[in-house]
């Protein structure tokens, strides 16, 4: 087989599955507990929900998924399902919505868990049943969508004014060794998405052969130092490095630097969760858009890789022909593997985790940054829409790019070789960061 399979029984099914709510639910009450009750009703950020609408939105999907269509339960509150439609209101309209109070909210989310938890006793796992609840998957996909949130919040947090609520210790330094700035993924086909993995979400699927012709990749993200760079070199001022769309941005809206840079005496700053610091050169750069990476890349000679190429870097190992879930093999991420699930409120310096290299020698490819590929979020050869059409199929089409790998605000449930991420190409409040390609030939 060109994809590792995995059988785990039914009880370590259950287990897991109570493990990965209960991760996500601590993070949530973090997040939802380290500011006073007006941070939690304010907008920070018109790009942005009130936390406490997200907070009540990921108990009403857990209701709506794991109560009533798992649990064949009794609706708890289904008068609210309007109001949590993220379609029906989009979130600039959302403060003005009749939202549960902060502590209606986690009332509400707290009771949803406890009738959840006693669904899980006695769910079907075994995939006799139906493909939602087979493997554990609906209970995956609902801790999944909580830390999404969770990582949508922590977004809201860093766009937030005012003094730090939270802290985290620094992330590893990089490694003594640090590779060559880029390798040569030789041509050929690879597999492409999966058809095993048990909780990868409908755009991952299924597992198909892709042809990728030869290309070199950046073994780390673009540092900021680089960056700093292409802004000195006058980048930002130069319309041979962007796309008709990206300059017609940057001039409208008068960008100059990744969001929350400003430059004083002299020297990059950054704020950074409610802390002004110097911009650290080492560092992979955050908050560019899609427009500003893929200038940067063209200022470089160079170029985004597809979406395609990213997967290969990060999964072909080119000893078996297969495709693996994480550059480092098939294990779970770790603390020494990668920077994830908000260990740490920042990426690791360019070179760091070294044990979470790929075969190709390709570092950083899970955590730290998303990164930008030049790809738009298309579906795969085979795609179905599952369980619902608005997690992805209503998202595909030239609009949204796609972003892989992962930040440090991403939780290993969320995490694999094979995920996909998306956004339109302005924006840059999310925690992305890029790498860049060459053609080989
Ligand atoms: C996959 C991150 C683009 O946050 O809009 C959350 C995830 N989908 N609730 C988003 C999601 C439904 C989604 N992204
Ligand atoms: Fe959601």
Not at 241 to 248: F, P
Not at 346 to 359: D, T
Not at 405 to 416: D, I, T
């Amino acid at each position: 087989s060109e994809e590792p399979g995995t059988v785990p029984d039914t009880e370590a099914l259950r287990r897991r599955a109570a493990d990965v709510l209960t991760a996500a639910r601590e993070r949530t009450a973090t997040l939802t507990t380290c500011v006073e009750e007006p941070d939690l009703t304010a907008q920070h950020s018109p790009l942005m929900s009130p936390l406490v609408w997200d907070l009540a939105h990921i108990g009403n999907q857990e209701e709506q998924w794991l109560l009533r269509a798992v649990g064949g339960r009794e609706a708890l509150r289904p008068d609210i399902d309007p109001i949590y439609d993220a379609f029906e209101h989009p979130r600039a309209e959302r403060p003005s919505l009749p939202l549960l109070a902060p502590a209606e909210a986690h009332g509400y989310v707290a009771e949803v868990r406890g009738r959840v938890l006693d669904v899980l006793e006695s769910a079907r796992l075994d995939g006799a049943g139906d493909p939602l609840t087979g493997g554990g998957f609906a209970f995956g996909m609902i801790a999944q969508h909580e830390q999404q949130h969770d990582e949508t919040m922590l977004i809201t947090h860093q766009l937030r004014r005012g003094p730090a609520a939270l802290s985290a210790p620094p992330p590893p330094a990089a490694d003594a060794v640090i590779p060559a700035a880029e390798v040569l993924v030789s041509g050929g086909p690879f597999t492409m998405g999966t058809s095993t993995e048990p909780w990868a979400l409908d755009n991952e699927r299924p597992a198909h052969r892709r042809e990728v012709p030869a290309f070199f990749i950046d073994t780390a993200p673009v540092s900021n130092g680089a960056y700093a760079h292409f802004i000195a070199d006058g980048g930002y001022d130069d319309p041979r490095w962007w796309t008709a769309d990206g300059w017609a941005y940057v001039r409208e809206h008068g960008l100059a630097a990744p969001l929350f840079w400003r430059r004083e005496s002299g020297e990059w700053l950054r704020r950074r969760f409610g802390v002004t610091e110097p911009v650290p050169a080492e560092e992979p750069v955050l908050h560019v858009s899609w427009y500003e990476a893929d200038a940067y890349a063209r200022w470089a000679g160079r170029r985004l890789p597809t979406e395609a190429e990213w997967e290969k870097a990060a999964r072909y190992d080119p000893g078996t022909g297969r495709s693996r879930r994480y550059p480092w093999g098939d294990a779970e991420p770790s603390a020494e593997l990668a920077n994830l699930g908000q260990r740490h409120l920042q990426p690791a310096a360019v070179g760091a985790y070294r044990a979470g290299e790929s075969p190709l020698g390709v570092r950083q490819l899970i955590g730290d940054v998303w990164e930008w590929t030049s790809s738009a979020f298309l579906p795969y050869p085979g795609f179905a829409a599952f369980p619902y059409r608005e997690y992805s199929e209503v998202f595909f089409g030239p609009d949204h790019k796609v972003l892989r790998g992962g930040s440090f605000a991403v939780a290993p449930v969320v995490s694999r070789a094979t995920f996909r991420n998306w956004d339109l190409p302005i924006r840059r409040q999310i925690f992305s960061g890029f790498r860049t390609a060459r053609d080989a030939s």
